[in-house]
């Protein structure tokens, strides 16, 4: 009944839109609500050019009060928002989907640029959606403390969109998702409501966890306005290192191996076959080989305990790894440039990706002693599904978490090769859910996944998504069409 209302005011506005560009405009400033095509265009495509959308305006807020006056503008004129941070995610969460006769509205947070405290003795940050995690890197490390969150897309995500799509990155493994980085939000409900949980505390018992709806949620149920993020002491020392081993098998042992003799110091424990490597070499210039040799499998790893100690720590670890045979080759950075050499090698590999054809792409997580076991079997269904493609496994081992993707073989036309993507997704993700895995591990369901998500995650869990968004956002309009089917 409600959902009906909605789409009959959202054809008014479709055929009218004026009177609520024109609120919007009032809200923010004509200079924050861009409407013609050309400005709009950066807006409307993911990085990846995968999705592509259409929308009636993009609105900037600069405030919350902003943000909660623009969003009880569109509900009430029944106009669907997609919330825009960085634009740099990968499942086409942030790209508006219109259905004809169904506006949207791009609603970002380029505006909500605010790091209104930094709390150094409570160990937390409190920014506004819109600034760019670099940023608050750069803050937290000038305040002498750390904000752990790192990855890839960095210089251009924002913490908004990071806590909606809950990054993960290559910090996983010592200081958890973004999810456990947030202790408190501040979201605008998707009718104005301001939902108001920014308190930096620790413990705090009293009743539902309400802010956990919204991080990883996807811009479905809300707009975030504001997070407080937890800091960390600065390392006292880092050591890198890039080291080859002979299978997947291998580099879970010295997982553990490294878990073991080294703790809670290791920080990053990466995953990257040969042809990831490859790809970067060819693709991105002034990428070097980092050993004399090549090698089928490479772990990356870094060191970031308290103390001083992180070089020796780890040049002897892996010293006495290859006397046993268990590390075959390896490189420790010896400076700040080659420690981000090394990095820029492994963040480059999706860049490179781009430029070496179509790729079909998996992110998957299953248990961490079982990586090994989903590469053999991954790989080979996804090769009977289209011989001759090459396979680019890559990712985060500590957290169970592999980028697994195909690459276009030189014998295969673009569009024949992606039309095998989602046979070759049903494989690969049923292989993972029966090792006990997830089908989404960091980029989220966004519009790409939503029909596994009904698939992996169905029954009871799958009711109460929908009852949760049905009780949030009864009107549907925020974000349609992303985790859920429209029809849903
Ligand atoms: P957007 O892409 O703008 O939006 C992502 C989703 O969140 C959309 O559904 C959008 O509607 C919603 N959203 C955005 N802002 C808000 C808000 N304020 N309120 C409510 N909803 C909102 N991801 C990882 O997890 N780990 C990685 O290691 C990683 N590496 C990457 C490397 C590269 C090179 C690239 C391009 C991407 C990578 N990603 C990675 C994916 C992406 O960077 C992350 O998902 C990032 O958190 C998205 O942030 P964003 O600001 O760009 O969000
Ligand atoms: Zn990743």
């Not at 949207?104 to 160990?123: C, F, M, P, Q, W």
């Not at 870094?302 to 080759?329: K, Y």
């Not at 992996?456 to 549907?476: A, H, I, N, W």
Request: proline share 5%; net charge negative.
């Amino acid at each position: 009944m409600v959902k009906m209302e909605t789409v009959k005011q959202g054809t008014a506005a479709a055929q009218d839109p004026g009177p609520l560009l024109e609120a919007l405009g009032s809200i923010v400033g004509p200079a924050s609500l861009l409407t013609d095509p050309v400005s709009l265009e950066p807006y409307l495509t993911e990085w990846r050019g995968r999705y592509r959308g259409q929308a009636t305006a993009l609105v900037m807020p600069g405030t919350t009060a902003e943000a909660a006056a623009v969003v009880k503008a569109c509900a009430q004129a029944g106009v669907a928002m997609v919330p825009q941070g960085g634009n740099s995610g990968l499942v086409g969460g942030a790209i508006p989907h219109a259905e004809p006769g169904r506006p949207e509205i791009i609603v970002s947070t380029g505006r909500l640029k605010r790091i209104r405290e930094l709390d150094a003795a409570n160990y937390t940050l409190t920014a506004e959606a819109g600034c760019v995690l670099a940023d608050l890197q750069t803050a937290a490390a000038e305040a002498n403390r750390l904000f752990p969150l790192s990855l890839g897309a960095e210089g251009s995500c924002q913490i908004g969109g990071n806590i909606s799509s809950n990054a993960g990155g290559i910090n996983v493994l010592r200081y958890g998702t973004t999810r456990d980085l947030v202790l408190g939000l501040e979201v605008v409900l998707p009718d104005g409501r301001l939902f108001d949980g920014l308190r930096g505390l620790r413990k705090d018992n009293t009743g539902y966890d309400l802010k956990q709806l919204f991080i990883g949620a996807e811009g479905t149920l809300g707009l975030v306005t504001a997070a407080t993020c937890k800091l960390y002491p600065r390392p006292g020392s880092v050591a890198t290192a890039l080291v080859a081993v002979r299978d997947p098998s291998a580099a879970i042992e010295l997982y553990s191996a490294t878990r073991d003799a080294l703790g809670e110091g290791l920080a990053a424990f990466e995953l990257l076959n040969r042809l990831s490597v490859q790809l970067v070499l060819e693709h991105i210039p002034g990428a070097r080989d980092p050993l004399d040799q090549s090698y089928d499998w490479y772990v990356l790893l870094e060191l970031a305990p308290a103390g001083d100690s992180a070089q020796a720590d780890l040049e002897a670890f892996l010293g006495g790894r290859m006397e046993a045979g268990a590390v075959l080759d390896g490189t420790l950075a010896q400076s700040e440039s080659q420690r981000e050499a090394l990095w820029r090698m492994r963040h480059a590999i999706s860049e490179a990706e781009k430029h070496a054809g179509a790729g079909i792409k998996h992110d998957v997580a299953v248990p961490v002693s079982r990586v090994d076991e989903f590469i053999r079997t991954a790989s080979a269904a996804a090769l009977q599904e289209v011989p001759g493609a090459l396979v680019v496994a890559f990712g985060h081992l500590g957290d169970g978490n592999i980028h697994f993707n195909l690459n276009q073989p030189a014998d295969l036309e673009r569009e024949a090769f992606l039309d095998r993507w989602d046979a070759v997704a049903a494989r690969v993700h049923g292989i993972a859910h029966e090792l006990g895995g997830s089908f989404s591990a960091e980029h989220g369901v966004g519009r790409m996944k939503r029909d596994q998500l009904k698939e992996f995650r169905g029954g009871v869990e799958y009711e109460l998504m929908r009852s949760l968004k049905q009780t949030l956002d009864p009107s549907g309009l925020m974000n349609p069409g992303k985790l859920f089917p429209p029809a849903d």
